[in-house]
Nanobody
Framework: QVQLVESGGGLVQPGGSLRLSCAAS????????MGWYRQAPGKQRELVAS???????NYVDSVKGRFTISTDYVKNTMYLQMKSLKPEDTAVYYC??????????WGQGTQVTVSS
């Protein structure tokens, strides 16, 4: 089972940027397609971005044009570059497979807080 550790979150003002990282102890290819999720207070966890081994990306409408998902296969690490952040982006962010059937383990996530 792949072990996942998210990092890079923090407090940022609206309009700011952050880059999240996801380190995996196992091969991230086993998660294919790979994805980033977020869970805001009082809301369900949602998939916001995904990427296949072929480089095909998908984003939920609310983050499209602002978030970019990428993978460094040499470092076995996933990234989520976030820009033009909004208060609505405040959530705990997790990395995992974009297929729910493959989300057998969840890391602790990393907190992103967008506030002035």
């Amino acid at each position: 089972q792949v072990q996942l550790v998210e990092s890079g979150g923090g407090l940022v003002q609206p309009g700011g940027s952050l880059r999240l990282s996801c380190a995996a102890s196992g091969s991230i290819f086993s998660l294919n397609p790979m994805g980033w999720y977020r869970q805001a207070p009082g809301k369900q966890r949602e998939l916001v971005a995904s990427i296949t081994s072929d480089g095909i990306t998908n984003y939920v409408d609310s983050v499209k044009g602002r978030f970019t998902i990428s993978t460094d296969y040499v470092k076995n690490t996933m990234y989520l570059q976030m820009k033009s952040l909004k208060p609505e982006d405040t959530a705990v962010y997790y990395c995992n497979s974009a297929f729910t059937s493959r989300t057998l383990y969840w890391g602790q996530g990393t907190q992103v807080t967008v506030s002035s």
